[in-house]
């Protein structure tokens, strides 16, 4: 693949697209990943590729979730491996928190690589591998869990996860944190934090915040979580996107 000039003005956007594509030839990322990676993309663009003071308080709720959390999982799938393997490692570590391959599209091949792929950026122990659970209510493959893992988790961080398996998480009485840079997709609404930001800009912010409220009390932890209302920052996140889209207007 040809080399991405470094003063191309979409580099960065470019060099993404490229992870993403070489990720799929290794067989980690699933080819409707890369569907998914360009409906971020577009989602993206219209928040201006920045992470919104929204987005902001969502990844500091979502760090005070996971310190509150006593047993807090980061799941993890192809795209997320794809972009942002070595940062949910080293986040999962500052938690800490147990990391757990759930995949849409799930082959014993791509769990395998993709555990491969987690090992070498550093990752200890990764769930996943071995399942002896399932999500309930979900239909086929994709319901595989572990039940040390995100069967008996009580806070779980879903990156780029579908609308399905994160109302299944609910119903399981889980609290769910989603990525999702779609604020009107079914995660978004459905997750009790949404944290609408690319997946390359949450993670190292969540891991920020975790540092910065280390040493905050319980107490203290519990208020942030209980001022959120994730319905208004949704709405508020539309808000902000179509107030942008008219300030573009000639
Ligand atoms: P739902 O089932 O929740 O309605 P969907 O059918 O769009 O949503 P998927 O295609 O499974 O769900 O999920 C991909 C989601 O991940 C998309 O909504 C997309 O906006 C989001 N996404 C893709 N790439 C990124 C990224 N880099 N960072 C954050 N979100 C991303």
Redesign the pocket.
Known sequence: MTEIPKDHPRYLSLT?RKKISEYMKKGIVHE?GL???G???A??YLLGETTTQHAEEAEKTAAAALLLAKKPVISING?VTA?AAKECISLANCIPAKLEINL?HRTNSRVKKITKELHRMGAKEVYGQKTDAKIPGIQHDRALCSKKGIFSADVILV??????R?QALKNMGKKVIA????PL????K?ADITIV????R?IPNIEKWIYKLKKMDKKELKKIIQKWDNKKMLRETLIFISERLNSLRE
Do not use: V
């Open positions: 993404l409707t569907i998914a990676h409906r971020g993309e989602f993206d795209n972009l849409f990156p780029l996860e579908d609308g399905d994160t990525i999702d840079l779609n997709s079914r995660t978004a459905t930001d690319n997946i390359i949450a």
